[in-house]
């Protein structure tokens, strides 16, 4: 079940470790009552987004949910470019990112302790989800929900 209330907001915050601003919004993938995967967006300004995006260690998550986070910030909100934010660190996040269509664009040398901040982008045109044929049929089910 894909859940976009606030009530797990709390919850991806304290797995990706980030104080959300005021106006964050999430979409959480919820499988036997419990969140499994889950995005936090914010700093939207109509032209972009900051997405923070969490997958539990070992889940797997739905399909209809990694559709609806692409569709929701690229055909609701209507964003040129969606932002990714990586501890150099976080090599399982970086493969994700990238796997996804993110590019890496910019990086933030001795951003933290464990390293630099790597800040990736994607425009919907790089979106693998929203331009592959194999995703059309589950995009199709997300834009009726």
């Known amino acids: 079940m894909i859940d976009c209330s606030s009530m ?8 990706l470790e980030l104080a959300p601003t005021p106006l ?3 979409i959480v993938d919820v ?3 419990k969140p499994v995967a889950g995005v936090v967006y914010e700093n939207y300004n109509t032209v972009s987004v900051t997405a923070h995006i969490w997958v539990k260690d070992g889940a797997v998550a739905s399909k209809e949910w990694w559709a ?3 569709d929701y910030c690229f055909n609701q909100l209507g ?3 969606l932002i ?11 493969r994700l990112d990238e796997k996804m269509g993110f590019v890496l664009e910019a990086t933030i040398k001795d951003y933290c302790l464990e390293g630099d901040l790597l800040m990736y982008t ?3 045109e790089q979106c ?3 331009n592959s044929p194999a995703w059309a049929r589950v995009l199709k089910l997300v834009g009726e929900a």
Not at 84 to 94: L, P
Request: aromatic share 8%; proline share 3%.
């Open 84 to 94: 990714g934010q990586v501890y150099s660190t976080n090599e399982k996040a970086r």
């Open 8 to 15: 797990f907001l709390p919850t991806l915050c304290r797995e």
């Open 31 to 33: 499988q036997n009552g």
């Open 128 to 130: 693998r989800i929203l």
């Open 68 to 70: 609806a986070i692409f």
């Open 79 to 81: 964003i040129h470019k």
């Open 24 to 26: 964050a919004q999430c």
């Open 122 to 124: 994607m425009t919907k």
